[in-house]
């Protein structure tokens, strides 16, 4: 270790007598008080093991000997369109040509017509017919009926027609 040397008073830095007079008169009684809070948060286990791990990991790429690598042969296998595929292609291709050689101008002039045909007079009535008979359904005022009796008219057999009934059977 070398010996440190203190700089003499020539090669120390010059400082402006504003800034020493106000050094100088600098008073500590005039600052605030104020806590300090230490915040030196250690890491966790797992980021320390997760740390360990990444190093280990870039270590061993750093220190991977190839020679303990084996010779392997690399076969590639090119399987060939069949004829179906070719044909399918060949089909797509020229249809895309056509489509982008196409020349609008060639196209013949056609007027349209438009057909919407209406029903006739009894399909129309037959629809009106099945409206009203809705109408009057929804519509329907039940206030309107009037109260009705009912009368059962089942006549009862008299205790004569039940004793002959009895001796017959």
Known sequence: MSNVVSPSLKDLPKVSMDLKSELEGFKQDGMKKAETFIKN?????????????????IHGVET??????????????????????????????TLIAGIEKFDPTKLKHTETNEKNPLPDKTAIEQEKGKQQFISGIENFDPTKLKHAETTEKNVLPTKETIDAEKVAA
């Open 41 to 57: 948060v250690l890491p966790s286990a797992e980021d320390v093991r997760q740390e360990r791990q990444h190093s280990d990991l």
């Open 64 to 93: 991977f000997e190839t020679n303990k690598l084996k010779h392997a042969d690399t076969k590639e296998k090119i399987i060939l369109p069949n004829a179906i595929d070719v044909a399918a292609e060949k089909t797509q291709q």
